[in-house]
Structure formats: C-alpha cells, structure tokens
C-alpha cells in the first residue's frame, strides 16, 4: 500500500498516526524507530488529503464523520467573525480612559464603533473586569488597573 506519494502512517509503539511523504524512519511523537514497522495506514495524493485523514485517523471512531464533513466542507468548526483578540480588546479599554483616567459605558461603546466592532460595550467592560484590567469605581465608571 506504501507509495512515493502521502502516507498515513501508524506507529505500532504509540498507536498515534502521522503523514509523511513515502515512509518514514522514525516515530515524530515518541521517536520510536519505525523502519519496517510503521503500518501504512492510507496513501493520498495530495497534502491537504493527508492533513485530512491523519487528524481523522487520530480521532475516536465515533467522531470521524462528524469530523470528515466540517474539515471537507471546508466550514469553520468555530466563529470567530464575534470575537477580537484579548490585546486588542485591551488596547480598546485603554483607549477609553477619560481624562481623569475613568472609563465609562459610553466611552467603550465610542471606541467599539471607531473601530467598527459590533461588541456590546457592557460585554467589553464585564470581560476586562474578570481579566483584571478594570476596577470598579461606582455604578458607572472603571478605572484602568495598569
């Protein structure tokens, strides 16, 4: 089953599955020495098909299809279009400090439109409250822990 192409390839010391283009030597997870014993499981033509089956050979039977449909449908197992990295997040908290160094709703949801981010400002300040950047001072105002 071996080929010059991609190969599937099972290490029968770990039982964990790599890609490789033609056989491999030795075992990238344990470094056990493969030489004849690696099994070729599948042989593949391309690397985004052995990318494919080599996560699939490594997931619980039970899960491949489920797997196999969202990785070649090519749809996102997650969304992110919502989410903004966390330094962005927190350059847009600083960026809403006031003069007197207060940061208030208004002044988050001024910054999320300037960047046209669609977050609710409450969600904003909630967020920055629970990673520790912002304190509250009173009902409505927070002050930036620098």
């Known amino acids: 089953m071996a080929n010059a192409g991609f190969n599937v390839i099972r290490c029968p010391a ?29 042989s593949v033509n391309s690397a985004e098909a052995l990318r494919i089956e080599v996560a699939l050979a490594n997931t619980p039977e039970e899960l491949r299809e489920t797997l196999r449909e969202r990785m070649v449908s090519k749809t996102p197992l997650t969304d992110f279009h919502n989410e903004v990295p966390s330094r962005t997040m927190g350059k847009w908290v600083q960026d809403s400090k006031n003069d007197e160094g207060f940061i208030t709703v208004q002044s988050v949801r001024t910054i999320l439109h300037k960047n046209h981010s669609n977050l609710d400002a409450n969600e904003v300040i909630e967020q920055a409250e629970v990673q520790g950047m912002l304190v509250r001072v009173d009902e409505a105002r927070w002050m930036l822990l620098e």
């Open 14 to 42: 770990c039982m964990t599955c790599h890609g490789r283009r033609g056989v491999s030597a030795s075992c990238p997870h344990c470094g056990q020495r493969l030489g004849e014993h690696g099994i070729v499981i599948k």
